[in-house]
């Protein structure tokens, strides 16, 4: 921690820019429309981004309108339009370089992902203390993190991703913020020290499955063996045909 001498320390359990929920909304459009647009989709009504995305078309309009993205409702909306001016929400006029830390299964698994250049996301390289990975014949090098000021300058990359284990989180933490990363994403389950104008989310995947055992173990289940007995009622029912032209 000594890198950070004249710097109010904090510890960032979660990010210092929280995100409105109309704008994670706006997020979840986005992917849609993407998708719909890889399946030859042109144009879209507010009620079918609703129904994909399983919110109400009145609040679709309403963040549309927050955001100043206008369309024409009644012919629909042009679905390239929308994915060009949600991109200008989220800058997307331009390239964002990042990079990996950690070229583990996580990192690797990121690092691999082609869907982030359809969102701007350019990642311009990865590191790892494992020399072996340094001889990795991959799309996107594999760098000694001694190399890490250099590439954050090259690339003027602002944000970065780190998918180390828990132990050299922080320090890896340190070595980036030196550099000059301003943003990062902690998929390390620790929570980081950073100076206060720094922006840190934090992604650790075992709270969110634990998350979801949690609340699934709240209910009922569906897959009891008191569900799956027949009931004898049934047997005794003729079967039901539905083949075509049956009265």
């Known amino acids: 921690m000594g890198i950070y001498l004249n710097e109010h320390i904090v510890v960032k359990k979660n990010t210092k820019c929280p995100i409105k929920r109309s704008l994670r909304r706006i997020l979840l459009y986005r992917g849609t429309l993407l998708r719909l647009q890889d399946l030859g989709v042109e144009r879209v009504y507010s009620y079918t981004l609703g129904k994909e995305t399983g919110i109400q078309p009145e609040q679709v309009r309403k963040d549309f309108s927050e955001y100043r993205i206008k369309g024409n409702q009644r012919g629909g909306y042009d679905v390239a339009h929308l994915i060009q001016e949600m991109g200008k929400i989220f800058f997307h006029d331009r390239m964002q370089n990042i990079v990996i830390v950690g070229r583990g299964n996580i990192g690797a698994s990121l690092a691999n992902y082609s869907r982030f250049i359809q969102r701007q996301i350019n990642i311009v390289a990865t590191f790892d203390i494992d020399p072996a990975k340094?001889?990795?014949?991959?799309?996107?090098?594999?760098?000694?993190?001694?190399?890490?000021?250099?590439?954050?300058?090259?690339?003027?990359?602002?944000?970065?991703?780190?998918?180390?284990?828990?132990?050299?989180?922080?320090?890896?933490?340190?070595?980036?913020?030196?550099?000059?990363?301003?943003?990062?994403?902690?998929?390390?389950?620790?929570?980081?020290?950073?100076?206060?104008?720094?922006?840190?989310?934090?992604?650790?995947?075992?709270?969110?499955?634990?998350?979801?055992?949690?609340?699934?173990?709240q209910q009922p289940s569906r897959n009891s063996p008191a569900d799956r007995t027949p009931d004898p009622a049934r047997k005794k029912q003729k079967p039901i045909h539905t083949s075509v032209g049956n009265d």
Not at 135 to 144: A, G, H, N, Q
Not at 146 to 163: H, P
Not at 184 to 207: E, Q, T
């Open 134 to 217: 340094h001889r990795l014949r991959t799309e996107i090098p594999v760098y000694d993190m001694d190399r890490l000021q250099e590439i954050v300058e090259r690339f003027e990359v602002r944000s970065a991703i780190i998918a180390v284990p828990d132990l050299a989180a922080q320090t890896v933490c340190d070595q980036l913020v030196e550099a000059g990363i301003e943003g990062i994403i902690n998929f390390a389950p620790i929570i980081l020290k950073v100076p206060d104008y720094i922006i840190v989310n934090n992604v650790n995947l075992s709270d969110e499955i634990e998350s979801v055992i949690y609340c699934v173990m």
